[in-house]
């Protein structure tokens, strides 16, 4: 069963939601196709820039969009505005992230230097990540080829595993979590998403299938003694002492049951 679910998570990670993605692939079970229809998408977007968005803020609208793959693939995705243009700035480029993300097309998750409420307290609001919408569209905007998404290995050392994170945020905002993440000022750590969930703040590190040392969460689990730290990846679920493994296609589920 596990085996089936991994199977049905991978083909989500290539297919995403998009309706006529989902259809078509629902119906004719063609990768190929998909990605085509996504790639339609994608250009379709990039007209509609031209149609809905404030012609002076339009050049900087389509340099953001067309940066998120390679803010993303960074060592540090923290995101840069020098990737974009050299020597640029914040108030160059603040009002067409903005634009797209009030349009629905991507999320911010901004950085916090201390896990403690009120959380908004401590965020750093010049330091943020900018994920997609939809994870498909993620992978047919990097040109990823499916086969890198089918790979159990590959799937989190090609592209440094942004496609899952990109799943697990997706499952993350769905619920109405308002996401942040956590890097101290003097440590190398760093937790991909924190979550206040119920007065609680909990940590979760996304994590690949043969690599689930998890130092950061172990630095924050330290510094914080949270009630809970969530580590997920395709491993199935393990709970120790300090961590719980959540599988990421059970991901979802934990969530809800955690809201409730």
């Known amino acids: 069963v596990a085996q089936e679910l991994v199977g049905l998570l991978k083909n989500y990670l290539l297919v995403g939601g998009m309706p006529e993605v989902a259809v078509n692939f ?6 190929k196709e998909a990605r085509s229809i996504q790639e339609s998408i994608l250009q379709a977007y990039e007209n509609d ?6 012609i002076e803020q339009l050049p900087r609208i389509r340099m953001v969009w067309q940066s998120i ?3 993303l693939a960074k060592e540090n995705s923290k995101y840069i505005y020098s990737v974009l243009r050299k020597g640029a700035r914040a108030k ?9 993300k009030d349009a629905g097309l991507i999320h911010k998750v901004t ?10 307290a401590y965020a750093i609001w010049a330091d943020f990540k900018i994920y997609l919408h939809d994870c498909g569209l993620l992978g047919a905007m990097a040109q990823l080829p499916p086969a890198i998404v089918l790979d159990d290995h ?10 899952a994170e990109q799943y697990a945020l997706q499952q993350l905002v769905s619920q109405g979590i308002r996401l942040y993440y956590w890097r101290p000022e003097n440590a190398d750590a760093e937790v991909d998403f924190l979550l206040p969930i119920h007065g609680k703040i909990i940590p979760l590190e996304v994590k690949s299938s043969d ?5 950061s969460l ?14 997920t990846s395709l491993m199935p679920y393990r709970h120790q002492q300090w961590m719980e493994n959540i599988p990421l296609y059970g991901l979802s589920g934990w969530l809800r049951k955690e809201q409730e």
């Open 26 to 31: 629902g119906m004719r079970g063609d990768l």
């Open 49 to 54: 820039f031209s149609k809905h968005a404030p």
């Open 69 to 71: 793959t390679g803010q």
């Open 92 to 100: 160059d480029f603040e009002l067409a992230i903005e634009w797209l």
């Open 111 to 120: 950085r916090v230097s201390k896990s403690a409420w009120p959380i908004d």
């Open 154 to 163: 590959r799937l989190f050392t090609e592209f440094k595993g942004v496609m």
């Open 211 to 215: 690599n689930v040392r998890s130092r």
């Open 218 to 231: 172990s630095v924050y689990a330290k510094s914080y003694n949270p009630i809970v730290c969530l580590r």
